[in-house]
T-cell receptor, first 115, second 111 residues
Framework: NAGVMQNPRHLVRRRGQEARLRCSPMKGHSHVYWYRQLPEEGLKFMVYLQKENIIDESGMPKERFSAEFPKEGPSILRIQQVVRGDSAAYFC?????????????FGPGTRLTVL | DAKTTQPTSMDCAEGRAANLPCNHSTISGNEYVYWYRQIHSQGPQYIIHGLKNNETNEMASLIITEDRKSSTLILPHATLRDTAVYYCIVRVAANNNDMRFGAGTRLTVKP
């Protein structure tokens, strides 16, 4: 059973370009979460999605950031008109269903560098 | 903000037990204590979680005080590969919304 997959692992963009980060959850998992980690800091929650629905986006910046988890295919975190402050590691996690043992399984992350 | 307090860093000798403390004095009755770790540049890895009873798995043991205001993660025989940042998180298990990561404890296992 493959783990959570993220691609690309490294992404370089110039200011003003768009960044698209992809996350494929573990097989059978219908819940996806995105976190951002700035250098030397802990992970910060961004958004929680189920298939075709955004459940909680309280951690998402109000502008330029969007996320989706379509019925088919991976979850996408999209950052429009990137700025240098968007440089960070972006981690995706997935979990199966609600319940007592619902630990989140994390992917390897995408490291975004904005030049 | 994270609901937990952890020491910034700790050292441990290889082969010895590593005891990582966590204070969560405002924990609610339905909140679990979760531990994750993040080895350099990798995604966080789940270690263990518990509600009020002590828990043990193949990776670690979790000791939760009777009043549940603090807990200790124990790595019984630390190896160099256990060097990582360890995060203690409290959350309601039934809520999948998010986990609040604090700064964690940077554990360095030394030969």
């Amino acid at each position: 059973n493959a783990g959570v997959m993220q691609n690309p692992r490294h992404l370089v963009r110039r200011r003003g370009q768009e960044a698209r980060l992809r996350c494929s959850p573990m097989k059978g998992h219908s819940h996806v979460y995105w976190y951002r980690q700035l250098p030397e800091e802990g992970l910060k929650f961004m958004v929680y999605l189920q298939k075709e629905n955004i459940i909680d986006e309280s951690g998402m910046p109000k502008e330029r950031f969007s996320a989706e988890f379509p019925k088919e295919g991976p979850s996408i975190l999209r950052i429009q008109q990137v700025v240098r402050g968007d440089s960070a590691a972006y981690f995706c996690a997935s979990s199966p269903t609600r319940g007592q043992k619902n630990e989140q399984f994390f992917g390897p992350g995408t490291r975004l560098t904005v030049l | 903000d994270a609901k937990t307090t952890q020491p910034t860093s700790m050292d441990c000798a290889e082969g010895r037990a590593a005891n990582l403390p966590c204070n969560h004095s405002t924990i609610s009755g339905n909140e679990y204590v979760y531990w994750y770790r993040q080895i350099h540049s990798q995604g966080p890895q789940y270690i263990i979680h518990g509600l009020k009873n002590n828990e043990t798995n193949e990776m670690a043991s979790l000791i939760i005080t009777e009043d549940r205001k603090s807990s200790t993660l124990i790595l019984p025989h630390a190896t160099l590969r256990d060097t990582a940042v360890y995060y203690c998180i409290v959350r309601v298990a039934a809520n999948n919304n998010d986990m609040r990561f604090g700064a964690g404890t940077r554990l360095t296992v030394k030969p």
